[in-house]
């Protein structure tokens, strides 16, 4: 069975920043849920950041991509580098992934790690700019498609054509250990 990594906040752990969750109520996630496909993941709690912790933003102009390559950080509201402790959430949430065997992602949009079609833009005024975090730019890096709570319905239907792509592998390998088995 195909797996699907959700950023914890989104089906009710209290991990967000301000020590909240993002509560998402989608058909599919409870749907999933009940499958056991959801792997729950918080990279920054998972790295070892405190539950509440200061907000966090990637430096103006970059985005996680940058902050993977070394070429931006990411800062919270006192001016603290965090940026290390939130690519090691990063790596954490790929490394479990791929022992989950996780093809697609639903995280939180505008989050400095979860964030799949904005983030903040690192001004700490509330303002949101097109852009990815570290930890969804790390695993569109390594092949798992990421999508944010708004695009559940997108991330369903890539679900299902993973589905029906290993259903119609799985038969066509059935069919091929059958003609080696009559051969």
Request: glycine share 8%.
């Amino acid at each position: 069975m195909i797996k699907v990594l959700v950023s914890s906040c989104l089906v009710g752990e209290t991990v967000r920043y301000d020590g909240t969750a993002a509560w998402c109520e989608a058909q599919h996630l409870a749907a999933w849920q009940t499958e056991a496909r959801l792997v729950r993941a918080c990279p920054e709690v998972e790295a070892g950041c405190p539950v509440p912790r200061p907000p966090a933003e990637i430096e103006p102009g970059a985005t996680g991509v940058e902050v993977l390559a070394g070429r931006a950080r990411i800062r919270d509201r006192s001016g603290a580098d965090v940026t290390r402790a939130f690519a090691r959430g990063a790596r954490l949430a790929l490394e479990r992934a791929r022992e989950a065997g996780v093809r697609i992602a639903i995280l939180k949009d505008c989050s400095p790690s979860c964030g799949s079609t904005c983030i903040h833009d690192g001004t700490f005024c509330g303002r949101i700019k097109p852009g990815r975090g570290v930890t969804a730019a790390l695993l569109e890096q390594h092949g798992i498609r990421v999508f944010s709570e708004n695009q559940i319905a997108d991330a369903a239907a890539c679900l299902h054509a993973l589905d029906e792509e290993r259903t119609h592998a799985n038969v066509a390998d059935s069919v091929w250990d059958h003609r080696l088995v009559e051969g």
